[in-house]
């Protein structure tokens, strides 16, 4: 008996990883598989496919996290179909059972009326439930407030509010907070306006480039920006090449072009041609 039990002692224990699969695997145990799953959602290189498989197990017991991840998956198109109707359902779940994100994300739905009967009404109540506690949610004040601002017959007091909250979301280093704000100030011309405009621009294209950047070269080439500067306009066209380049690179293509800034041999039929192939039907007659 004493030596069975030193031989037990040697045993090693199951590492953390291990007991983490086999919670999951063989006893179904929610939280171990949603900790699997994003696990993979988070990895070098994620294997969607598992990810869905993982997070779907840990949903069918309404882990609301799980469902509310599975979502986005199912959303977009990652590791399986699209499907935005069980989108939409896998959001409103993870809504009810207080998840915010998944709130933000039904109320996306119901407002674009993508695997759900659009309703606008309906899907600012969720930005507002989701905006107007002690811990908001960036995304659904910035939502909350272009509802406000731009609804028809808007209220002076709306747009004020409207506008308090894209800061706030802005100044919570929310991109698109800070291109709606840059919108509002381009629109309103004026040399002060305009430099307003640029400068929130600049502060979304350096948080995100998929925003603000190709506003604020277009800017740059249009000579509206605080000391105007071609080549500063080739430098933001070029992040955004390297994100969309239907856009972005064709813009890129342009300049170069028309030499208003510098480029190697090829460069621009290469740019056209990246262009072209993401959908610019304009660069592919320049290929």
């Not at 983490?20 to 900790?35: I, L, R, S, T, Y």
């Not at 598992?50 to 779907?56: G, Q, Y």
């Not at 277009?218 to 000391?227: I, Q």
């Amino acid at each position: 008996m004493f030596a069975l039990t030193i031989l037990l002692a040697c045993q090693e224990a199951p590492e953390p990883a291990a007991l983490v699969e086999m919670a999951c695997h063989n006893n179904g145990d929610p939280e171990a598989c949603f900790k699997l799953g994003t696990e993979q959602l988070n990895s070098a290189r994620p294997d969607y496919s598992e990810a869905r498989r993982l997070l779907s197990m840990a949903c069918s017991t309404h882990h609301a996290q799980a469902c509310n991840a599975l979502g986005t998956l199912v959303r977009d198109a990652r590791g399986g179909p699209k499907d935005l109707v069980r989108a939409a359902d896998l959001f409103e779940v993870a809504c009810e059972k207080g998840v915010p994100q998944g709130c933000v994300h039904f109320a996306d739905a119901l407002r674009t009326g993508q695997g759900v009967e659009r309703d606008e009404e309906k899907a600012q109540q969720y930005y507002r439930q989701t905006c107007e506690t002690d811990s908001p949610i960036p995304a659904a004040c910035t939502r909350l407030a272009v509802g406000m601002r731009d609804a028809k017959g808007a209220k002076r007091e709306d747009k004020e509010k409207a506008h308090e909250l894209l800061e706030a979301a802005c100044k919570s280093d929310y991109p698109q907070a800070c291109v709606e704000l840059a919108d509002e100030a381009k629109d309103t011309w004026g040399k002060d306006n305009l430099a307003r405009a640029a400068q929130l621009y600049e502060t979304a294209c350096t948080i995100d480039p998929h925003y603000g950047c190709f506003e604020l070269a277009t800017m740059h080439v249009e000579k509206k920006a605080p000391d105007s500067n071609v080549e500063q306009a080739g430098h933001y066209y070029q992040q955004v090449c390297r994100i969309e380049s239907s856009r972005g690179c064709f813009e890129l293509a342009e300049l170069m072009s028309s030499e208003q800034v510098p480029s190697r041999p090829g460069e621009k039929e290469a740019l056209y041609k990246l262009a072209c192939e993401s959908g610019n039907s304009d660069a592919c007659t320049k290929r």
